[in-house]
């Protein structure tokens, strides 16, 4: 049984950054990608970033586009998010999931391990 364990957050001003981390519990990564969601208070839970595991490929929701970069350490079993030029529409509560089966990045449908979060709040 996968866990997700997320770190890294934080209160910061803009135009500050931070780096999140996601380590899985197991030895391996196991499925077909990993992904960054988020979830604002009173919004639904939106896509971040998506990596494959093999890094080929990623994916990025457009309004962190040049500011956000995913990244995987399959050794450590570690997924990564360097935020940059934090704004204060970024703060929410971070999740890492698991992505079980090949499709879009941003549909949470796809992912069946999540972790517990971890809040970013940016002030202005």
């Known amino acids: 049984h996968v866990r997700l364990a997320e770190s890294g957050g934080g209160l910061v001003q803009a135009g500050d950054s931070l780096k999140l981390s996601c380590v899985a519990s197991?030895?391996?990564?196991?499925?077909?990608?990993m992904a960054w969601f988020r979830q604002a208070p009173g919004k639904g839970r939106e896509f971040v970033a998506g990596i494959t595991l093999d890094g080929r490929r990623r994916d990025y929701v457009d309004s962190v586009k040049g500011r956000f970069t995913v990244s995987i350490n399959n050794a450590k079993n570690t997924l990564y998010l360097q935020m940059n030029n934090l704004k204060s529409e970024d703060t929410a509560v971070y999740y890492c999931a698991r992505r079980a089966v090949r499709g879009p990045f941003d549909q949470p449908t796809n992912y069946d391990v999540w972790g517990q979060g971890t809040q970013v709040t940016v002030s202005s």
């Open positions: 197991d030895r391996t990564f196991v499925g077909d990608g």
